[in-house]
Structures are given as C-alpha cells and as structure tokens.
C-alpha cells in the first residue's frame, strides 16, 4: 500500500499545485525587508527567505516550472526520439547504421554534461533549458524503440501488413508503436524524474530559470549562502525535490512491475 | 578476439571523431555573434575582428574544422580568453582533482554497495532487502546539489566534524566523496542484487553447496565471481554519470577540478575554454568504456573466443 499510494499522493499532489498553484494568490517576488530569514512558524509553514519572499510561494512557483519542464521535455523527446529510433530499425540498411552512430555520440557525453554545455552556450531561460535537456533526452526513447521494433518488425502481423500493401507510417503507427508502448511508458516515467533533477541542477548552476522566477533548483543555491542562520531555505526546497523524485521513481519501479506480464503472473 | 579488439576500437576511433565534430559546432549555438558575445555590446570593432582573427572565426567553416583538428591531433587546444594561458596547461592543473574526486566517488560507491546488494540479495524479500532496496531508491533520488549542501549542513555546521570546502587534507575530500557515490552506490546495489540472485539459481552453485562449501564460499567464490560482469559493465557505464555528477559536486564543494573550471568559464564567457572541458571529459568516458568492453571480452572467455557472437 505505502509502495502506491505515497509516492501517487505526492505526484498528484505536485500536479495540482503545478496546475492549479496559480488560483492560490501568490506572490513569490514579493520582497519584504522586514521578514527576511524568519524561519517556519504556524502562519508560514515553510519561512521566508533572504529577500523576505515567502517559501511556500516560491515551493508552488517553483512546482509549477519543474512540471512545466519535465513535462515538455519528455513529451518532445518521445516524439522525437521513438519516430527516429523505430524508423531506423523499420528502414534498416545504411540509414539505420547513420541513426546508431549517430546515438552513438550523443551517449558519449556523460550525463548532464552535453545539457550544461548547451544551456551554457545558449544562454539562460526556460525555452534553452527544455531545449538543451531535449537534445540530451531524445537518445533513451531512440535506443529503446529502435531495439524494441527490431524484434517485432519479422513478427507475422507485420509481414501481413506489408503483405497487404500498408505504408510505412501506417505500419509504424498501426502495428509497431501499440505493442512497444509498455516500455516506452515505463522509460518516459523513469525520464521525467531525471529531468526534474536537471532542470533543477542546471538552475542550481544558475545555467537554467532565471530569477526573479522561482526554480527549486535556484532556490537550493540561494539557501546555500545561508545555511548557519537559516537552513529551512535548503531544506524546503530540496525536500520537495527529493519527494517528487523519489515518488516518480516509485511509481517507474511499479508500473514496470505492473506492465512487464513475466512478473505479474508471478505475484 | 582481433576482429572483436578491432571493430571496438574502430568504432571507438569514430565515436571520438562525433564528439569532436560536435564539440568544434558547440561554440557556432551562441546566438548571435559569438564574438560579441565573448567581448560584451560595448566593445570596439577592431577588438572584435582581431578576436575573431585569433579564434579563426573569419575563415571558412571547413577550414576552421581543419584547424581544429590539427590542433587536437597537437594537443594544441588554443589560449584561454580570460587568462591568455594555454588551455591545455589549464586542463593538466586541474585533472588531479577531478580524478581523486572521482576515485574517491568510486571507493564509496563500492565500498556501501557490495555489502548492501549481497546482503539483499542472501535475505531476499525480508525488510533487509526491502531496507536496501528502500535506501537505493533513495539514493537514486537524491540529486547531487541537495546531498551536498544537506552533509555540509549537518557533519560541517552543526556537528563541526569536517571542512566545509576547499581541498585541505583527507578530511576534505570526505563529504564530496560521499555526495558523489551515493547515487552510484546505489544503482551498482541493485545491479549486484539483481545479478547474484540470478546467478544462485544456476546449477553450479547447487553443486557447491552439495559439495559441502559454507554459505559464504559459495556466495563469495561461485556467486559473487559469475555476478561479476555485469557489474563491471554497469561501473564503465556508470563511471559517465560519476564524471557528470563531479561537475556539480565541485560546484557545491568548491572542489578545484575541471568541472569548476567548465563552470566558470561558462560564467565568463570563455568559450574555447568550455569546449576543452566537454571535450576532455567525454573523450574520458568514451575510453573508459572502450576499456571496460575490453575488461569484459577478456574476462569472459565466452566472448573472448568468439562464441558469444
């Protein structure tokens, strides 16, 4: 039960407040000298920070951006990378070779490296960032459709439909696509907690969102200025972080569980 | 396993080719004129074009390639704009301590691993294994610049026990060593668990025990050895996302090492700089998996004679 429904809880949660964070009347910029620091008391649950803006609004703010990111990114980089990975494997021949290398080079970059450099280089703000996370991003869906469509592009029923004259898209979209989505969906959930950790790191690197506008990650390399006086400026943030990270990943490790059929006979 | 040795080289060879094409492109994304950009709005146009002269950015796009080229085939990398220094002399000043970060990073990672994947695996489905796999999670979930600040905080602020930056000593090198591993060790904890417990199903461990072996000879000799390979896949993998991962780590710490460097001079707009630093350390990552293919075929005779293609 607690396997389900806290990390659910919490992604709902985070979802709401993305979504319907902006009904509350916030007012993350909002600088007020005379607060500046104070820590969480029973009026404001999570405290104030060095400008005297209000954490809780920030948190919400700052929600909203991480959803807004990991979901665009993923959602570009899916489209992007399963057209380009199934199309190789369904094409084959000398295209196929060109797709592979080319992931080939893109996976040489470590991690968040290529990201950083990119964001770097382009300058900030939260259309680069998806950009940058996007070029990163779109090799794992690549890789995963291209492996999964070359073992099902023999299968009878595709034959049958090359047999009955059915074009490639159709073939793609009809007969490929539906069968390798279990995985893809799994990957994708596993894809939006990293890209909430990179939106957040490259913000922490003052690479990503810019301020004024709230980012968890920006708000983690504020709070590390003041860590002796005030440490509720790391800790709220980081622990929202880390529970919407932590929550995607569980939910990742049940849906895999739930999809893959080997292991749901078992249990 | 010549034509195994060759093929991975080669495409290794190829692979360091992209990245290096791709690398020499990075600096053509700032938008704009890269120029201006490095020298700010105000600066006078002859300044700009004799910039524009020292980087070759007046000459033909192929002719830059060649250039460039050239110069890496020299271990030439260019002048810092910044400090006028070499680049390269910059990047050896600054390799010692991304590497002992890095190994450091991997002694942890191995060190908290092993135990905890053999002992999930031995006590599968018990809360040990459900604590492990619990903390792995974890441990995955935690980003590097939240786990930093969160040590600093309690064993440097609160308790006083360890530096909180800098690179002063053993003692320094504790917390960021810890920030970095973590997450590997975390991962490597599944993978362990996941292949040893695929590897005790096997016929050869239940000659062991028959044989009269304790429980822990036969994990240790007939398990943990055939788990193995794998594991080293996962580590030369992994090892990528340990560099990337440095890269912040330095940040938080204020570690001296190339990712600080890679930052700063994204921060000061020296350009040439950044592309050393990407390319230094994906060059890095690409060798270090090469290596490991290499490890493996060698350790596994299956692929090093040939059947396992």
Known sequence: ?267 | MLNFLLSRLLSALFVIFGVSCLVFFLIHLVPGDPVEVMLGESSQPADREALRAALGLDQPILVQLLNYFNGLLHFDLGESLHSKRPIVDMLMERIPATATLAAAGLVVAIVIAFPLGIMAAMKKDTAWDSGAMFFSLFGISIPNFWMGPLLILFFSLWLGWLPVSGQSGFSSIILPALTLGTALAAILARMIRATLLEVMGEDYIRTARAKGLSERAVIMNHGLKNAMLPVITLLGLQLGALLGGAMITEIVFSWPGIGQLTIDAINRRDYPVVQACILLISLTYVVVNTLTDLVYAWMDPRIRLGEGK
């Open chain 1, 1 to 267: 039960m607690m396997r389900l429904w806290f990390p659910a809880a919490i992604f709902f949660l985070w979802f709401v407040l993305a979504l319907f964070g902006s009904l509350f009347a916030l007012s993350p910029d909002h600088i007020e000298l005379s607060r500046i620091l104070l820590p969480p008391d029973a009026n404001e649950w999570f405290g104030y920070d060095d400008l005297g803006r209000s954490l809780w609004d920030r948190l919400i703010v700052g929600a909203q951006t991480s959803f807004i990111v990991s979901m665009a990114v993923v959602t570009i980089s899916l489209i992007i990378g399963v057209s380009i990975g199934s199309l190789s494997a369904f094409v084959g021949g000398w295209f196929d070779h060109m797709v592979v290398r080319i992931i080939d080079i893109f996976l040489a970059f470590p991690g968040i490296l290529l990201a950083i450099a990119l964001a770097g280089l382009m300058g900030p703000g939260v259309d680069n960032v998806v950009i940058a996370l996007c070029v990163v991003g779109w090799v794992g869906f690549a890789r995963l459709s291209r492996a999964q469509v070359m073992t099902l592009k023999n299968r009878d029923h595709v034959q049958a439909a090359i047999a009955l004259g059915a074009g490639r898209t159709r073939i793609i979209f009809k007969h490929l696509i539906p069968l390798i989505a279990a995985p893809l969906i799994v990957e994708a959930t596993f894809a939006i907690a990293s890209v909430v950790i990179a939106e957040a790191g490259l913000s922490f690197l003052g690479l990503g969102i810019q301020p004024p506008t709230p980012s968890w990650g920006s708000m983690i390399r504020d709070g590390t200025r003041y860590m002796l006086v005030a440490p509720h400026m790391v800790l709220v943030p980081g622990i929202a972080l880390m529970l919407v990270v932590l929550s995607v990943n569980l939910l990742g490790d049940r849906l895999r569980d739930w999809l893959d059929v080997r292991t749901r006979d078992r249990t």
